[in-house]
């Protein structure tokens, strides 16, 4: 097969795949999700201020870069079970589905944090997704990394919470 005629049958298996949906696609929605998160923490680290602004850019900048290496992980995981991984700027615009603009670097301390707490949110929601089709799946792996996922997920917001001194109700709602 030629390059095109591979890439064609690669897009229109990911059509079907998100029709469906299978553990794949709804992976391809947590990379996304996590490639955009890790760019929307670094553009808080570069523009926080305020009194909170140096814990922004210390924890958001360690939480960036541990969302990479999750990010690489994970892709690594997918490419072991013969799934593609979205790749480019598009796919990842595409399949994520947590919001960015570039207003949010004039955002206050506060409302980045909450922010924050809101992405986490929204990746949880995927991954809990994720969990249950790579279980019915059988692509245990997945599933286990996805469960160790959400733990982490799940621990960042309640010290964010905590810092932020925010009840679960308020960050959630974002």
Do not use: C
């Not at 696609?25 to 808080?44: E, G």
């Not at 955002?107 to 707490?117: G, K, N």
């Amino acid at each position: 097969m030629s390059i095109d005629e591979r890439y064609q049958a690669e897009r229109a298996q990911s059509e079907k795949d998100h029709h469906i949906p299978t553990a794949g696609a709804m992976i391809d929605h947590i990379l996304a999700n996590l490639k955009i998160h890790r760019t929307k923490l670094a553009q808080a680290v570069f523009y926080s201020t305020g009194e909170k602004s140096d814990f922004i850019r210390s924890y958001f900048n360690k939480l960036a870069k541990e969302e990479e290496k999750q990010f690489d992980q994970l892709a690594e995981l997918m490419l072991d079970e013969d799934e593609v991984i979205p790749t480019t700027t598009a796919e990842f615009t595409r399949y994520s589905m947590i919001e960015e603009s570039g207003k949010f670097k004039y955002e206050t301390s506060e409302a980045l944090l909450e922010a924050a707490v809101a992405d986490f949110n929204i990746q949880n929601m995927f991954l809990i997704r994720g969990i249950k089709l790579a279980e019915k799946e059988e692509k245990f792996a997945l599933q286990q990394f996805l469960i160790q996922l959400l733990g982490w997920m799940k621990h960042q917001m309640r010290l964010i919470r905590v810092y932020a001194n925010l009840k679960p109700e308020e960050a959630d709602e974002e």
